[in-house]
């Protein structure tokens, strides 16, 4: 009995000396906070400011040793990764970007992290936090009004590309393969085309995509978005093409998937450095039921193969439709639905028709 007895004093007096040993938390000054309206200041206030910002508030139990140094981590990986408090750090397209990015992240259960919704309860966002998120971002995404020609929507690709800073060579003659999936990025005011190879195309037709066997390749190519009045939008000027391969073994520090973006006319590699790959990591990490992908393939992809190479795309914005253009003239249209696994954009849905007219924009 003494022996616990001294045991439980002697505990008791370690933890009061190991109070005088503190990290150091501080609240540096806010050099532009986030500007969005109030109600959607209020659910990141409540969601994501003790992380995420220079306002840090901490509760009684964050400041006892060791929690603090558990929070204190948080805190400086938080303000690392996104500050709403350092607003004015970044340009307006990354802005808007990262609020789709905190959103997507919320939805995917990624943010906040468990280990702190331990003892912050406060700080679950519920559907209705949500909602008011993401109801702001589908308001301040409508597309912007270009009724004239921009530049040239056809792909040409380069004589000489640079490999990806990884070591990935571009993969010439993408445009060539199989059109699996369309994509209305209304997040970035992008349209999207993904192409899948031969191993891609073969597991759609196996059913076989959840793991995507080794082999599959993905082609996204990105052009920016074209509206006019009448709510039409097409393709404008190209923007990028990302790869992804799968190669469970040679890519396992990278989910078992290559990633290599290629950016502008020029098809410049993407980043500074082979560090880019970080951001593809961690974008696709919350995909992990899914193999780490983002595609969710076409159920038409039959009738696809039998219309050649893609020309063009369109939404129709009134109607909720999307269409693809194809090299013999074939025009395919889908009605729309919200991409479950990315939240700002929109994926085809119910086939509506496969006609041999070219569209009246």
């Given at each position: 009995m003494r022996k616990l007895i001294f045991t439980l004093i002697l505990l008791a007096?370690?933890?009061?000396?190991?109070?005088?040993?503190?990290?150091?938390?501080?609240?540096?000054?806010?050099?532009?906070?986030?500007?969005?309206?109030?109600?959607?200041?209020?659910?990141l206030r409540n969601g994501c400011y003790d992380c995420h910002s220079n306002q840090?508030?901490?509760?009684?139990?964050?400041?006892?040793?060791?929690?603090?140094?558990?929070?204190?981590?948080?805190i400086e990986e938080g303000r690392r990764a996104l500050n709403f408090s350092n607003w004015d750090s970044l340009d307006a397209g990354t802005q808007k970007a990262m609020l789709f990015w905190s959103v997507n992240d919320i939805r995917n259960g990624e943010m906040p992290l468990q280990s702190y919704l331990?003892?912050?309860?406060?700080?679950?966002?519920?559907?209705q936090d949500l909602s008011i998120f993401e109801n702001y971002l589908t308001e301040?995404?409508?597309?912007?009004?270009?009724?004239?020609?921009?530049?040239s929507v056809k792909y040409k690709e380069p004589d000489n590309v640079s490999p990806e800073w990884n070591g990935i060579s571009f993969i010439h003659g993408f445009e060539n393969w199989r059109v699996i999936s369309i994509?209305?990025?209304?997040?970035?005011?992008?349209?999207?085309?993904?192409?899948?190879?031969?191993?891609?195309?073969?597991?759609?037709?196996?059913?076989?995509?959840?793991?995507?066997?080794?082999?599959?390749?993905?082609?996204?190519?990105?052009?920016?978005?074209?509206?006019?009045?009448?709510g039409h939008i097409s393709m404008g000027s190209f923007y990028q093409v990302e790869f992804m391969i799968k190669e469970s073994n040679k890519f396992s520090s990278t989910l078992g998937w290559g990633f290599g973006r290629w950016r502008g006319a020029?098809?410049?590699?993407?980043?500074?450095?082979?560090?880019?790959?970080?951001?593809?990591?961690?974008?696709?990490?919350?995909?992990?039921?899914?193999?780490?992908?983002?595609?969710?393939?076409?159920?038409?992809?039959?009738t696809l193969s039998q219309h050649g190479k893609l020309l063009s795309q369109f939404?129709?914005?009134?109607?909720?439709?999307?269409?693809?253009?194809?090299?013999?003239?074939?025009m395919v249209t889908w009605s729309q639905r919200p991409?479950?696994?990315?939240?700002?954009?929109?994926?085809?849905d119910r086939l509506i028709s496969v006609k041999n007219d070219k569209p009246h924009l």
């Open positions: 007096a370690l933890f009061g000396v190991a109070q005088f040993i503190r990290p150091t938390i501080s609240n540096p000054p806010v050099t532009l906070d986030v500007r969005v309206p109030d109600s959607v200041q209020e659910v840090t508030n901490l509760k009684w139990f964050d400041k006892i040793t060791p929690v603090n140094f558990l929070v204190a981590d948080h331990t003892l912050h309860h406060a700080a679950r966002m519920n559907d301040v995404s409508v597309p912007v009004i270009n009724s004239a020609n921009d530049i994509t209305d990025r209304f997040d970035n005011g992008s349209i999207r085309a993904i192409y899948g190879n031969e191993t891609a195309v073969k597991a759609i037709s196996e059913g076989k995509t959840n793991p995507w066997p080794d082999g599959t390749v993905f082609a996204k190519a990105a052009w920016k978005q074209q509206a006019d009045s009448s020029e098809l410049k590699p993407y980043g500074k450095n082979a560090g880019f790959v970080s951001e593809c990591v961690s974008c696709h990490r919350p995909l992990k039921n899914n193999n780490y992908t983002f595609t969710i393939p076409l159920k038409e992809n039959d939404v129709n914005t009134r109607e909720h439709t999307m269409s693809v253009l194809f090299e013999d003239s074939s991409d479950p696994r990315w939240f700002g954009a929109r994926i085809p």
